[in-house]
């Protein structure tokens, strides 16, 4: 595919059309781990939705429609498909809450940014100093970090509030990107993208689920946080495939697909085309990595890295089904 002129076309091996753009990717995205998924993933829905109520949030308007069609506790199993049945619950509830809270910080942040800075703030002073909550996102983002304190390390908790907070200031910066009039350049979408995807504070989660806590060397070797930057980009970015067409239709712009559309000026396809590039070499360079460091790993360690491995795995397989991006299936893929 040529990136030197204003319109590109889609071309695929023996001239192979694809009826819609689910066909698209899957024919063209390298996805090297087979499906997998958690056999408590039922009892996982059942109590994901015991908590929502719980913490009053399938009360606010939308929500409990905006849970059934983004499956929350299945996206948990397919990405943690080892865990055991209480990190699962964890992992299932942080997915649901994030949703939640994503959509409320995209749907205040994207007409008036300045309003989410009392959501924002809450999350960080609940993450950062143990302030009280005063809203039902705050009451249930304390809740989730006490069954996060409950299940791990003091050090594994506090890594997990970091990487929340992280996440917080990340939904910020996509407000203010999206304000903005002149288009958002490609890299400056991908690091707000690094940031609001939330996918690594999950990580924390899955070093919990080993027999013993990663020593600091092995938390700081180079390789380990490659690894870990590798793996949440190629997990964030293949729902972006899926999700483009919806993020198209309500002007989001914070999505790799559509990051390639406004560069090159082309098709949705071919940029589609162009982000499954960039994600087939990301996970390529997690697998040459990984090959490379395996050796030097402790059993934890490498059960870490499969922990990453299953964000990259379960993101696809949830994002080619999901209701929530259903428009992937409609879409035209020339």
């Excluded at 002149?182 to 999950?202: D, K, M, N, Y």
Aim: net charge negative.
């Amino acid at each position: 595919m040529s990136t030197t002129h204003e319109e590109l076309t889609v071309t695929t091996p023996g001239g192979i059309r694809h009826s819609n753009l689910r066909e698209l990717i899957d024919a063209h995205l390298y996805m090297p781990y087979p499906f997998r998924r958690n056999r408590y993933e039922s009892e996982a829905a059942a109590g994901t939705d015991v908590w929502l109520r719980r913490c009053g949030l399938t009360e606010e308007p939308g929500v409990a429609e905006m849970i059934a069609y983004t499956r929350p506790a299945e996206l948990a199993s397919y990405t943690s498909p080892a865990v055991n049945p209480g990190i699962l619950q964890i992992v299932a509830n942080q997915i649901a809450y994030q949703f939640v809270f994503d959509d409320r910080a995209e749907d205040v942040g994207r007409r008036r940014p300045h309003r989410l800075l009392p959501m924002l703030c809450e999350s960080i002073g609940i993450l950062r100093d143990d302030e009280p909550p005063t809203t039902p996102l705050g009451a249930a983002l304390a809740d989730l970090y006490g069954q996060v304190r409950e299940t791990c390390t003091p050090a594994q908790a506090a890594r997990w509030a970091s990487l929340s907070r992280e996440y917080v200031h990340g939904l910020l910066y996509e407000a203010v990107a999206q304000a903005g009039s002149s288009p958002i350049r490609t890299g400056l979408c991908t690091s707000i993208r690094s940031l609001t995807a939330g996918v690594e504070p999950f990580y924390p989660l899955h070093e919990a689920a080993e027999q013993e806590e990663l020593t600091p060397d092995e938390l700081n070797h180079p390789a380990m946080r490659r690894l870990a930057r590798l793996s949440a980009d190629a997990a964030v970015w293949i729902p972006d495939l899926f999700s483009a067409v919806k993020e198209q239709r309500t002007g989001g712009m914070i999505n790799l697909a559509l990051a390639y559309e406004r560069r090159y000026r082309c098709s949705l396809p071919a940029a589609v085309l162009l982000a499954i590039r960039k994600i087939n070499r990301t996970i390529c360079a997690f697998e040459k990595l990984r090959a490379q460091v395996e050796p030097e790993l402790s059993p934890s360690a490498l059960g870490c890295v499969d922990g990453m491995v299953g964000w990259m795995r379960g993101c696809y397989y949830w994002s080619r089904t999901v209701p929530r991006y259903a428009d992937a299936l409609a879409a035209p893929a020339v």
